[in-house]
């Protein structure tokens, strides 16, 4: 234990109470990612999900069965048609397309972030590139709109 003459030790009001040792100098707190707003992540999220329908090759009534929604539901997810965003929707989907949910939103996450900084990029070499999220941009024809996914 410090001497009570230390400058790391802060003594308490009342003598009784053993003295706390502060933060030792020089040591920091990690970093807080960068979050992306609310309604960008979950438009995201349900992006993402219905990415991972299509690559199982589901149709939005086959995943409405196996998480055990209405397909009214997973359609008003996928288009984000919804006035609130429940977990237990969101769980339920993950879990139908065999992911774990925290998996999925750390997927979701990371993908946003690479996403925003490669557009960012790109409109920093071409000044008139005008930046859109993939679910903004209209469909390829001869592809199943994956990209950089």
Known sequence: M???SDPRVIM???ASRKPRSALTPGRRLPRLRDAAPVPLMQRALAW??????LRHG???PQLAGRAGLSEQT???F????YKQCFWSTIAQLCHALRRHPDTVVALTRRWLRKYCRRELSRQRHEPHHKPSLPWQQP???HCHG???F
């Open 12 to 14: 308490p009001k009342d």
């Open 58 to 60: 589901w149709s939005v």
């Open 146 to 148: 994956m990209p950089g």
């Open 48 to 53: 993402v999900l219905r990415q991972l329908r």
């Open 74 to 76: 997973v359609r008003d």
């Open 78 to 81: 996928e288009q984000a048609c």
């Open 2 to 4: 410090l001497p009570p």
């Open 139 to 141: 469909a390829c024809q």
